[in-house]
């Protein structure tokens, strides 16, 4: 099975960028279509942006739409999610995830398998 860490998160001030990082370990991560997550305190956790297995297609939540953009280095292993014009809103913790789902893009927690243990993001105003 696959392994993922979770790095870049930071304190940053409203305005600001932050580009988060997944290394995968265990498994290549060509295997899996990803996604990044977040959950805030007292909320659920909630899907940002997905990366499909095949074929590169995304998804994006309608709060990451224009402001976020996920990628995937299959070469390297690695997932992206570079975040612009952060809000508070944005602050939380952040996750990781790699879904066994083929074709199309994985949405929902339940579609996913593998989770890293999260890296917090804090947006200051």
């Known amino acids: 099975q696959v392994q993922l860490v979770e790095s870049g998160g930071g304190l940053v001030q409203a305005g600001a960028s932050l580009r988060l990082a997944c290394a995968a370990s265990?498994?290549?991560?060509?295997?899996?279509?990803m996604g990044w997550f977040r959950q805030a305190p007292g909320k659920e956790r909630e899907s940002v942006a997905a990366v499909s297995r095949i074929g590169g297609g995304t998804y994006y939540a309608d709060s990451a739409k224009g402001r976020f953009t996920i990628s995937r280095d299959n070469a390297k292993n690695t997932v992206h999610l570079q975040m612009n014009s952060l809000n508070p809103d944005d602050t939380a913790v952040y996750y990781c995830a790699a879904s066994v789902r083929r074709f199309g893009v994985p949405m929902t927690t339940s579609e996913y398998a593998y989770w890293g243990q999260g890296t917090q993001v804090t947006v200051s105003s």
């Open positions: 265990g498994r290549t991560l060509s295997s899996y279509a």
